[in-house]
T-cell receptor, first 113, second 109 residues
Framework: KAGVTQTPRYLIKTRGQQVTLSCSPI?????VSWYQQTPGQGLQFLFE???????NKGNFPGRFSGRQFSNSRSEMNVSTLELGDSALYLC????????????FGEGSRLTVL | DAKTTQPPSMDCAEGRAANLPCNHS???????VYWYRQIHSQGPQYIIH???NNETNEMASLIITEDRKSSTLILPHATLRDTAVYYC??????????FGTGTILRVKS
């Protein structure tokens, strides 16, 4: 079956703009979590959604937000982009919250100029 | 902060077993040990996980010490395609994984 799909794969934005990233989980998976990966900070947890509810949140400013739809697809939004937001944003899905292992997508690489 | 400590890098000859150690001395009784790997520019890939007992699947074996303070991931016959960053993670709750810096495994021919 199809894996986790993230779109867009690459994008370039300028400071102050906002960006929306999309994630389609594996069919049947109801939990979606987001991670940010940078060379300096490594992989860091952003937030997790299950049944359209945010279940857990990492230590990121309020400019980072997300949501999950009834079909389990998820989006994350970053407003007022800063240079430091340049990163690989990874989405992962699993069957349920606190159940099973995570399947990661290939990521969306964001460059902020 | 990550609950695990791993060596920053290791080398392994192709065809030999790769043994990747991980220390997790503060692990709690109901916390699982998970291993993921990340090949350059790809998303992390699940390898194996365990609680107390040793585990084996088609990719690897996981050996957890009796006191659960450390574990070893074993890739029985490493190939060049196993060159990656390997992350040992103590999964606390939910799907929040706290990644450390991992071990860069270089498999050489």
């Amino acid at each position: 079956k199809a894996g986790v799909t993230q779109t867009p794969r690459y994008l370039i934005k300028t400071r102050g703009q906002q960006v929306t990233l999309s994630c389609s989980p594996i069919s049947g998976h109801r939990s979606v979590s987001w991670y940010q990966q940078t060379p300096g900070q490594g992989l860091q947890f952003l937030f997790e959604y299950f049944s359209e509810t945010q279940r857990n949140k990492g230590n990121f400013p309020g400019r980072f937000s997300g949501r999950q739809f009834s079909n389990s697809r998820s989006e994350m939004n970053v407003s007022t982009l800063e240079l430091g937001d340049s990163a690989l944003y990874l989405c992962a899905s699993s069957l349920a919250w606190d159940q099973g292992w995570l399947f990661f997508g290939e990521g969306s690489r964001l460059t902020v100029l | 902060d990550a609950k695990t400590t791993q060596p920053p890098s290791m080398d392994c000859a192709e065809g030999r077993a790769a043994n990747l150690p991980c220390n997790h001395s503060t692990i709690s009784g109901n916390e699982y040990v998970y291993w993921y790997r990340q090949i350059h520019s790809q998303g992390p890939q699940y390898i194996i996980h365990g609680l107390k007992n040793n585990e084996t699947n088609e990719m690897a074996s996981l050996i957890i010490t009796e006191d659960r303070k450390s574990s070893t991931l074993i890739l029985p016959h490493a190939t060049l395609r196993d060159t990656a960053v390997y992350y040992c993670i103590v999964r606390e709750y939910g799907n929040k994984l706290v990644f450390g810096t991992g071990t860069i495994l270089r498999v050489k021919s």
